[in-house]
């Protein structure tokens, strides 16, 4: 009895023993927690900053952006259904003439489509170029981003693809085309996109050959006139609750393009762009100076680096005009937290379409921002034309 009763207290005590162990080990974890938590509390203060969904779409097109707004607000992981939503809103007059399809075709009298969509959680891609006959280009530049491990499918064979997924052939030319087309012949094919060629492109039609190499002259003037309600671009930006971005763009192409032509709304970087860790960027102008300079990229590679939107809109403007000095065009950024602004040139005023956002009731509100103005000075070591070397800002962060 003796010995049992002695095992018994030593257990006892062992049991004790370890129990204080264990209350110390979580007493000192808690404190530990605890100044983490207090640390963490003094940086980035109690509450987790909310994310309010947010639409924006370039131009003026409210009807689109509210389409693609009641997708988005139905809860997150809506964003892709959302950019999709208004860019197929766009396939008619609400959107222009020129978007709706039938009134830009290339230099042959052929419609043909392009679009794009980017994911910002896996920084996915997929596009389609200079695809004729399917009407619901995005659908198939989606289709290319969940079902190939490509990026961007161009001419007859995006056709093929489309329709090898059921996607309906349309033929999508018709009389209205046919007008547009016979008239811009008529007046000589102006305007059109050759350069250095015989005969002078600027007076005839083709067939061009090109100019001995000492005859070359470089073109003085921007790519070509964009016109407040007469775009043939449209890009959308989808942020919901959870920090998920989703971008797209849809194009019919510039009016009297050179067949084949692939134009910013394909290629990535230069008319949307998106990283759930940073934000995202659409942007809207001369195509071929876009492709050239990536601004969508730029842009959100901008915000890493630690530039606030309107700083990083403004820096890819700048760059854009300090090598093309007659740009137009825009671009809006968007940082992660739904902060978001704009800058822009070569026009009077760009207009944009924000739906949701902090602190707002009103949906589908047009912004507008002026553009930066072209002063007398000449940059010398630039091409030539006219460029403000001190721009006032133009845009202020929203939220």
């Known amino acids: 009895m ?3 009763s002695c095992c018994l207290r030593l257990l006892i005590l062992l049991l004790l023993f370890k129990s204080t162990c264990s209350v110390r080990e979580k007493s000192h974890k808690y404190f530990k927690n605890r100044k983490l938590r207090e640390r963490r509390i003094k940086l980035y203060g109690t509450k987790k900053t909310e994310i309010q969904p947010l639409l924006i779409s370039t131009w003026n097109y409210t009807d689109a952006n509210l389409q693609a707004w009641s997708v988005l607000k139905q809860g997150p992981r809506r964003t892709r259904m959302a950019v999709m939503q208004g860019c197929m809103a766009c396939q008619n007059q609400r959107c222009g003439r020129l978007l709706a399809g039938g009134s830009s075709p290339d230099s042959e009298g052929t419609l043909t489509l ?33 079902y190939t491990k490509h990026s961007v499918l161009v001419g007859k064979s995006a056709t093929k693809f489309a329709r090898s997924l059921g996607y309906k052939e349309e033929f999508l030319t018709d009389g209205r085309t046919k007008s547009v087309w016979k008239k811009w012949r008529s007046h000589g094919c102006q305007p059109n996109f050759w350069r250095d060629v015989r005969p002078p492109p600027t007076k005839n039609c083709g067939p061009y050959t090109p100019l001995p190499e000492h005859l070359h002259q470089d073109p003085m003037h921007q790519e070509y006139a964009i016109t407040q309600g007469q775009h043939d671009q449209l890009a959308f930006l989808a942020l919901d609750a959870e920090g998920k971005f989703h971008v797209a763009s849809q194009s019919s192409g510039a009016q009297f393009r050179i067949p084949g032509r692939v ?31 990536l601004p969508a990229f730029l842009a959100v590679e901008a915000m890493r680096a630690g530039k606030r939107p309107d700083q990083a ?16 065009g825009a671009v809006v950024v968007v940082n992660r937290r739904g902060i978001y602004a704009a800058a822009c040139a070569g026009l009077d005023e760009f207009h944009f379409v924000v739906s949701g956002g902090k602190g707002y009731l009103i949906m589908a509100r047009v912004e507008r921002i002026k553009c930066l103005e072209r002063e007398d000075e000449v940059v010398d070591d630039g091409p030539k034309g006219l460029f403000p070397t001190i721009p006032e800002k133009q845009a202020v962060p929203r939220g």
């Open 2 to 4: 003796l010995a049992q």
């Open 263 to 293: 134009g910013d709304a394909a290629v990535p970087g230069a008319g949307i762009y998106a990283d759930n860790d940073v934000g995202g960027a659409v942007a809207s102008g001369d195509g071929d100076v876009l492709m050239r300079h």
């Open 313 to 328: 809109a403004e820096w890819v403007v700048q760059r854009l005009l300090r090598h093309n000095t007659e740009f137009n």
């Open 114 to 146: 392009e679009a794009a969509i980017m994911d910002g959680e896996h920084l996915e891609y997929g596009a389609v170029a200079a695809m004729e006959g399917a009407r619901n280009a995005i659908l198939v530049a989606d289709a290319v981003l969940r």
